[in-house]
């Protein structure tokens, strides 16, 4: 009889109107089971999140059973009350403490302070309440810092370096965690996202087809509103400027691409901003891509544009691992990380230390030879995806057998 390996994972979402977010959850799920299927053992996966239940999803060709029990800490008196008045979260208590492992996520960007304290410290509980149970756990691809607070900066410490194995998606993260802590069983990988299943979407208008994901929270100056990236660029008329070009081109349709969908208004709902410049253009040169239900559904779209453009960077990775060339507009070094490090792929602008006409500039100049483009992302996608893939698959079938080795003691 095989033994049951229940593993935890944080930090992810498959709910999330974030369809980026949707992707780590999508694409850990999918590849957790794969790795337990090679390996011929029975994996029970729970999603430590904001829901409770059970769900199935659907993932190339796969059924895949997920538990979902709701974040528990026992860090305050308001939590320890929640606790003890709230019976599902007493349930996912009782969940919690069967588990073996943990696998956190971070969002994928979010264990750093640019979002503030509170969804750092939201991520980082995880991390704590692994260690006061004494359970293992492990940081999934993701990426780690910047951290511009010290009493932040302590607390990232301490996580990182009682972790059993850190993984990066990107060299800076790898450069942070060497430099300012102990912990030396570490790796550089790539993020999940890569590794999400799609199908490829045709247009069939004999058109150029060019995506724009335009996120809502740079359009609104971040969660503080008040231009909370520092950028140097005006976003909205960036995006205008953008748009205004491609229209201009004539055998170019230009679809919006929303990564970001919510039902109503909200700060990161990029569907809301798309279908509100969509009126104001008013043409039937511009396409509003549909209300994405999954992170699939998204990928599969953008796999069949010829051209991308996106301040989303779960966008620009789906663009990328389809072999779309793309143009990632960088407000924050996860982009730097990923795109100009770790995949040495240099088309890129930077809302921080770009002016207006540059980054115009170098986008005309990516588009014009997309091309160019694609071979690079081929190049990249075979000499380092494909290597990083074997690596990350080899690290989640070692999990497997540590964990059995450790629960046999």
């Given at each position: ?40 053992r ?6 430590i999140g ?7 999803f ?12 709701m ?8 939590n ?7 019976p599902?979260?007493?349930l ?10 943990i ?12 979002y503030?304290?509170?969804?750092f ?5 995880q ?6 149970f004494?359970?293992d756990?492990?940081?999934l ?8 607070d010290?009493?932040?900066s302590k607390k ?6 009682k ?7 990107d ?17 550089e ?5 890569f590794f ?18 335009i996120?809502?929270l740079l ?18 008329q960036?995006?205008?400027q ?12 230009l ?11 909200h700060?990161?709902n ?38 991308f ?26 982009f730097n990380?990923l ?11 930077d ?6 006409e ?18 690079k ?26 964990t ?6």
């Amino acid at each position: 009889m095989k033994k049951h390996f229940r593993i935890g994972v944080t930090g992810v979402n498959p709910y999330n109107g974030n369809r980026g977010v949707g992707a780590l959850a999508f694409s850990t799920i999918y590849l957790l089971k794969k790795s337990a299927d090679e390996l011929d053992r029975d994996v029970r996966i729970t999603v430590i999140g904001p829901n409770f239940g059970k769900s199935k999803f659907d993932i190339c060709g796969k059924s895949i059973e997920v538990s979902c029990i709701m974040a528990v800490s026992v860090f305050s008196f308001k939590n320890i009350l929640r606790l003890f008045t709230n019976p599902k979260m007493l349930l996912s208590f009782k969940e919690y403490l069967k588990l073996d492992i943990i696998l956190c996520m971070g969002e994928g960007d979010s264990f750093s302070d640019i979002y503030g304290k509170i969804r750092f410290n939201s991520i980082d509980d995880q991390h704590k309440m692994a260690r006061f149970f004494r359970k293992d756990y492990v940081l999934l691809p993701q990426t780690i810092g910047p951290f511009n607070d010290a009493q932040v900066s302590k607390k990232a410490k301490k996580s990182i370096e009682k972790s059993r194995l850190v993984l990066v998606r990107d060299r800076l993260s790898l450069d942070y965690v060497t430099a300012h802590t102990t912990q030396r069983n570490l790796k550089e990988l790539i993020d999940v996202a890569f590794f999400m299943p799609y199908t490829r979407k045709r247009f069939r208008n004999n058109k150029i087809n060019v995506g724009l994901n335009i996120s809502s929270l740079l359009w609104h100056g971040g969660y503080t509103h008040n231009n909370q990236f520092g950028m140097r660029i005006d976003y909205k008329q960036l995006v205008r400027q953008i748009i205004d070009y491609f229209i201009s081109q004539a055998d170019v349709h230009l679809h919006l691409v929303p990564h970001v969908v919510h039902s109503s208004s909200h700060v990161e709902n990029d569907y809301e901003v798309c279908r509100k410049i969509q009126n104001e253009y008013d043409t039937d040169r511009i396409t509003l891509a549909p209300f994405f239900l999954d992170p699939i559904d998204a990928k599969n779209y953008i796999s069949g544009l010829d051209y991308f453009v996106g301040a989303r960077m779960h966008a620009c990775i789906a663009a990328f691992s389809s072999g779309v060339p793309v143009y990632p507009i960088a407000y924050s070094r996860k982009f730097n990380g990923l795109f100009a490090e770790t995949l040495e792929y240099p088309y890129m602008g930077d809302l921080i230390n770009e002016s207006e006409e540059q980054l115009m500039s170098n986008l005309k100049l990516a588009f014009e030879n997309k091309e160019i483009l694609a071979d690079k992302i081929q190049y990249s996608l075979e000499g380092i995806v494909m290597l990083k893939e074997n690596v990350l698959k080899d690290e989640l079938k070692s999990i497997f057998d540590e964990t059995k080795s450790k629960n046999n003691r």
